[in-house]
């Protein structure tokens, strides 16, 4: 197998149009696929996500507001909103296979020097980096499932790499706040860019070549943004993009501001018991894969707008008074969450006419720019109103999300 970026790029030109090879349950090239996929989802968000157990540390530490210390997390994401739209144009000349591989090695060791930064504004700046560099990644891993794996197996594969990105966004927080409790957090930070290292070497290893894309060399401006305005015209896919911006914005909102509320009094948890809150992330991991099967099986909007549904009683359920009664919101709003991610992300998939890398890239556009503008906004209700002024305002976004998936349903149904 080619590991150096010429052989990578070598190897992924030699699709022939017309042909389909598609990728089936059952074949070794098929569970290396999904291997992959799963270690790029787990090494993708564990990277990402690894400063939000540390985001009460970084207020008092740097001296600044919870939102002010949401942006080391919010500026990674707003840059990877604006890399993943670059990267699905980059990954038609350079090859799916070799952007990915690049992303998760420089991502990787950005996060290594995170642990090095000697002041607050640098440390944004190499988060923001992070960011652009990581934008290789999450787009381009959804056109190659889709371009590369048999469509009828398609929503169970997405799935499991949705449950990668689960368990990457579960064990990044976790074992982050654990190191940050005894080591301090810049071993924490060390310790989870060395991990993520070795994550991105095995994906390396497995992911077969790409047999249906091909290579489109030089940058061609009309056609890629006549694929972006052909999928923007799509009468339901936008209805997608829109769900994916508030529904990541509610998630993301939910789990910026516990940190801070639970931290205080009257629960008082340390690092490593907020870090250990985060292993409900092992829901979401079942979750997306039960979505996956039951939306191949019973139909993917009726599953969406059940997890819709699922996320909104669970971040109402947050408004409990008791620590049990809050952690099982969380563990529902996640299981919600994640169901309806993997669903909205194959329906991308499904719905797209063409150039899927591009559909793609809007679908995690929309996902990234609400983490990050939604996750930020969060903080002033928090601020001003508390806790129950968070929920409020994710419970306005998953309304709004709700309604989203309706309409989708309709167009798509109509134009069927």
């Known amino acids: 197998m080619p590991t150096s970026v010429h052989a990578m790029k070598t190897a992924e030109t030699a699709a022939i149009p017309g042909q389909?090879?598609?990728?089936?349950?059952?074949?070794?090239?098929?569970?290396?696929?999904?291997?992959?996929?799963f270690l790029s989802g787990f090494s993708t968000f564990s990277l990402l996500?690894?400063?939000?157990?540390?985001?009460?540390?970084?207020?008092?530490?740097?001296a600044v507001s919870p939102a002010e210390s949401s942006l080391s997390l919010s500026l990674s994401t707003g840059f990877l909103a604006v890399a993943i739209v670059c990267a699905a144009a980059v990954s038609e000349g350079l090859?799916?296979?070799?952007?990915?591989?690049?992303?998760?090695?420089?991502?990787?060791?950005?996060?290594?020097?995170?642990?090095?930064?000697?002041?607050?504004?640098?440390?944004?700046?190499?988060?923001?980096?992070?960011?652009?560099?990581?934008?290789?990644?999450?787009?381009?891993?959804?056109?190659?499932?889709?371009?590369?794996?048999?469509?009828?197996?398609?929503?169970?594969?997405m799935g499991l790499y949705v449950g990668g990105t689960a368990f990457g966004g579960m064990s990044g927080r976790v074992l982050t706040g654990i190191f940050a409790e005894y080591l301090t957090w810049r071993?924490?930070?060390?310790?989870?860019?060395?991990?993520?290292?070795?994550?991105?070497?095995?994906?390396?290893?497995?992911?077969?070549?790409?047999?249906?894309?091909?290579?489109?060399?030089?940058?061609?401006?009309?056609?890629?943004?006549?694929?972006?305005?052909?999928?923007?015209?799509?009468?339901a896919?936008?209805?997608?993009?829109?769900?994916?911006?508030?529904?990541?914005?509610?998630?993301?909102?939910?789990?910026?501001?516990?940190?801070?509320?639970?931290v205080a009094p009257p629960?008082?948890?340390?690092?490593?018991?907020?870090?250990?809150?985060?292993?409900?992330?092992?829901?979401?991991?079942?979750?997306?894969?039960?979505?996956?099967?039951?939306?191949?099986?019973?139909?993917?909007?009726?599953?969406?707008?059940?997890?819709?549904?699922?996320?909104?009683?669970?971040?109402?359920?947050t408004l409990a008074a008791s620590l049990p009664a809050i952690i099982l919101g969380i563990i529902v709003l996640t299981t919600g969450f994640f169901m309806s991610h993997?669903?909205?992300?194959?329906?991308?998939?499904?719905?797209a006419h063409g150039t899927?890398?591009?559909?793609?890239?809007?679908?995690m556009l929309a996902y990234y720019v609400g983490s990050s503008l939604m996750g930020s906004a969060g903080g002033w209700f928090f601020a001003v109103e508390g806790w129950a002024a968070v929920v409020i305002f994710t419970l306005a976004m998953l309304g709004l999300a709700f309604v989203s998936a309706c309409l989708a349903q309709h167009l798509a149904r109509r134009k069927a």
Request: hydrophobic letters at 50%.
């Open 20 to 37: 389909k090879h598609y990728l089936t349950r059952g074949t070794g090239a098929y569970r290396r696929a999904s291997l992959a996929l």
């Open 187 to 235: 071993p924490a930070l060390f310790i989870i860019g060395a991990i993520g290292l070795a994550a991105a070497i095995g994906f390396i290893a497995l992911l077969p070549p790409s047999r249906n894309f091909v290579r489109r060399p030089g940058f061609d401006p009309r056609f890629h943004a006549k694929a972006w305005l052909g999928h923007l015209t799509n009468p």
């Open 95 to 157: 090859g799916r296979r070799s952007l990915m591989s690049i992303s998760l090695v420089g991502a990787a060791l950005l996060t290594i020097a995170t642990a090095f930064a000697p002041n607050w504004h640098l440390l944004l700046v190499i988060r923001a980096l992070q960011g652009l560099v990581l934008g290789g990644v999450p787009a381009v891993a959804m056109a190659y499932l889709a371009e590369e794996i048999d469509p009828r197996g398609l929503g169970a594969t």
């Open 356 to 363: 899927k890398g591009h559909a793609s890239s809007l679908y």
């Open 237 to 262: 896919l936008p209805f997608i993009f829109a769900i994916a911006f508030l529904a990541m914005g509610s998630f993301v909102t939910i789990y910026n501001y516990a940190g801070f509320r639970l």
């Open 49 to 62: 996500y690894c400063v939000q157990p540390l985001l009460p540390i970084f207020s008092q530490e740097f």
């Open 267 to 317: 629960y008082g948890l340390n690092q490593t018991e907020l870090g250990l809150i985060f292993t409900v992330y092992l829901f979401g991991i079942g979750a997306s894969s039960i979505g996956g099967l039951l939306g191949d099986r019973i139909g993917h909007f009726s599953v969406l707008l059940f997890g819709l549904a699922l996320t909104a009683a669970g971040s109402a359920l």
């Open 342 to 351: 993997s669903i909205a992300s194959g329906l991308v998939g499904k719905l």
